[in-house]
T-cell receptor, first 113, second 111 residues
Framework: DQQVKQNSPSLSVQEGRISILNCDYTNSMFDYFLWYKKYPAEGPTFLISISSIKDKNEDGRFTVFLNKSAKHLSLHIVPSQPGDSAVYFC????????????FGQGTRLTINP | NAGVTQTPKFRVLKTGQSMTLLCAQDMNHEYMYWYRQDPGMGLRLIHYSVGEGTTAKGEVPDGYNVSRLKKQNFLLGLESAAPSQTSVYFCAVGGGLYIQYFGAGTRLSVL
């Protein structure tokens, strides 16, 4: 039972354009969502997060949007840069308890010059 | 990955052998986690700890044991390795706001 799903295994975007990565979840109890970025042979690094009481959070070139009714979140990267090429994981958590994260399968983003 | 150190970085085992993966943190966080990453599966939680002396099962705990004798260390043990445990293992620590900080990973192959 995959509670967090990233249905696109890969995405290719031209440098300077917008990259949009999508994530869907099924558990309505999730109330905090995060995006992680992972380079080969390294651990995931935190990128941006959003609480369920918000529908948008922005940090520089990165914006996360949350649509609770659709149980959908997306990460927008504008403008895309070659260094953004990596695997992106979305993750979800429930506020109470041990703050366990449930991860999606990941999307490999490739930025082409 | 600053502050979370995993050893070893690589290991090859034969079926039935045992080993221990060590995670050490200098971030003074209470929560520690062990995940495994497999192709097309994302990261899945094996075991976690909410403080020194505590451990709990995650999503895929079978075949693994853990210990948290000191706040800064979280050990993951494989008593009898199986080929299905070939994976990349990540340790993470968390101290609030649900953000977890990950180590660089241990790549394990079981032949």
């Amino acid at each position: 039972d995959q509670q967090v799903k990233q249905n696109s295994p890969s995405l290719s975007v031209q440098e300077g354009r917008i990259s949009i990565l999508n994530c869907d979840y099924t558990n309505s109890m999730f109330d905090y969502f995060l995006w992680y970025k992972k380079y080969p042979a390294e651990g995931p690094t935190f990128l941006i997060s959003i609480s369920s009481i918000k529908d948008k959070n922005e940090d520089g070139r990165f914006t996360v949007f949350l649509n609770k009714s659709a149980k959908h979140l997306s990460l927008h990267i504008v403008p895309s840069q070659p260094g953004d090429s990596a695997v992106y994981f979305c993750a979800a958590s429930v506020i109470q308890g041990a703050q366990k994260l449930v991860f999606g399968q990941g999307t490999r983003l490739t930025i082409n010059p | 990955n600053a502050g979370v150190t995993q050893t070893p970085k690589f290991r090859v085992l034969k079926t039935g052998q045992s080993m221990t993966l060590l995670c050490a943190q200098d971030m003074n966080h209470e929560y520690m986690y062990w995940y495994r990453q497999d192709p097309g599966m994302g990261l899945r939680l094996i075991h976690y700890s909410v403080g020194e002396g505590t451990t709990a099962k995650g999503e895929v705990p079978d075949g693994y044991n853990v210990s948290r004798l000191k706040k800064q260390n979280f050990l993951l043990g494989l008593e009898s390795a199986a080929p299905s445990q070939t994976s990349v293992y990540f340790c993470a620590v968390g101290g609030g706001l649900y953000i977890q900080y990950f180590g660089a990973g241990t790549r394990l192959s079981v032949l």
